[in-house]
């Protein structure tokens, strides 16, 4: 397992958002994290990258114990990050937002050159300040800002938030393709069906709890069971 999450219980004051959440992600899987809004999704992230970090229960990611390491600490060991809002620095050009991001871990290390050819647009887009940008040329700009993290496991908030239909399944198609070249990704969706055509597994969260586990298929396949837990 690359990620191992077990009973973490996270709080934001003394406000307790998380209730004993565990869940995996294996070698190169896709793992949908789906639920209703204020269920513990981003939490979860926050509480795996150290930016709301659990107060009880562990995480380890490689093998390593982060529960309590800084959000640096996390990025270097190889954890990268496609936040909801993108978090692009918008007065920079899409080619310095890149190169500050670059890193190396023990994971394979991506190019530029890897980064258009998967989003041949992105070239074009080099000397552009990143307040111009559309939402998909942004979620181009975070996608690839966390492969030149050299990323083990990439942890994607909402990544079909705000695009368009023919953009999301390009956004899809891009984390089907990263898991060929071996990285696993955690994907926390509110729009169930897109992740769960891409995902391996799937959790299901409700007020802070994990309350479903199981295959994507059979979350697809079985729609009483999709309805009761999703509403879809
Ligand atoms: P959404 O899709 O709406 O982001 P989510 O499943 O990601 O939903 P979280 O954002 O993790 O849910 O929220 C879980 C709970 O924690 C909710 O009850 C929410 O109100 C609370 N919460 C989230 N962020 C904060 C915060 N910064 N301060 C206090 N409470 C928070």
């Known amino acids: 397992m690359i990620l191992e999450v077990a009973g973490i219980e996270t709080f934001y004051g003394e406000t307790q958002a998380l209730f004993g959440v565990s869940l995996q992600v294996g070698q190169g899987e896709v793992v ?16 795996i990258l150290g930016l709301t970090p659990a107060r009880d229960g562990t995480i380890r990611f490689d093998g390593i114990d982060i529960t309590r390491s800084a959000t640096h600490e996390i990025a270097r060991l190889g954890v990268g990050w496609v936040p909801d809002d993108r978090r692009i620095f918008p007065t920079l050009t899409v080619a310095r937002n890149l190169s500050i991001a670059r890193k190396r871990t023990r994971f394979r290390t991506w190019s530029l050159d890897e980064m258009f050819e998967i989003f041949s647009a992105l070239e074009h887009l080099m000397e ?8 998909g040329e942004m979620q181009m700009v975070a996608i690839s800002r966390a492969l030149l993290g050299a990323p083990g496991l990439v942890l994607f908030d909402e990544p079909s938030q705000g695009l368009a239909p023919r953009v999301v399944q390009d956004v899809m198609a891009t984390i089907s393709h990263l898991k060929g070249a071996g990285i696993s990704a955690l994907v926390v969706e509110q729009n169930a069906a897109t992740a769960l055509q891409i995902s ?16 994507a298929e059979r979350l697809l396949s079985d729609d009483r069971l999709r309805v009761g837990l999703l509403g879809v």
């Open 200 to 215: 391996d597994r799937a959790y299901v969260m409700d007020r802070g709890r994990i309350v479903h586990y199981g295959s």
């Open 128 to 135: 552009r300040e990143c307040e111009y940008l559309s939402g």
């Open 32 to 47: 949908a994290l789906l639920g209703p809004n204020g269920a513990g999704k981003t939490t979860t992230l926050r509480s």
